[in-house]
């Protein structure tokens, strides 16, 4: 599965931003398709995930209310709708994917084999 992502960029304290991420196959089961971010001098920490059936959301309390993530079916993509952002938002974002993921593991970066390029969201004050 290859993955690309695209979306961010340099905006406003309040402003939105939507991420996008294609997966390049069918999806299906237990297919996840989710968001890692990783700020400077941060590890990467989970941000949002999709479980493509049943389209189950999981979400990191720090973005819960403000980012939304969605998915286009025929596309085979997901997208990351983020409202109100915040310069402590400001990160690379990555997307992430994995056929037989579990719920239970959703945020655990290391249970993903599919990752994508980052792309960058710069939130200024």
């Known amino acids: 599965v290859q993955l690309q992502a695209s979306g961010g960029g340099l905006v406003q304290a309040g402003d939105s931003l939507r991420l996008s991420c294609t997966a390049s196959t069918r999806t299906s089961g237990r297919f996840f398709m989710a968001w890692f971010r990783e700020a400077p001098g941060k590890e990467r920490e989970f941000v949002a995930a999709?479980?493509?059936?049943?389209?189950?959301?999981y979400y990191a309390d720090s973005v819960k209310g403000r980012f939304t993530i969605s998915r286009d079916n025929a596309k085979n993509t997901v997208y990351l709708q983020m409202n109100n952002l915040k310069p402590e938002d400001t990160a690379v974002y990555y997307c992430?994917?994995?056929?037989?993921?579990?719920?239970?593991?959703?945020?655990?970066?290391?249970?993903?084999?599919?990752w994508g390029q980052g792309t960058l969201v710069t939130v200024s004050s």
């Open positions: 999709y479980k493509w059936d049943g389209g189950s959301t």
């Open positions: 992430a994917a994995d056929r037989r993921l579990i719920s239970s593991s959703v945020r655990d970066e290391s249970e993903y084999d599919y």
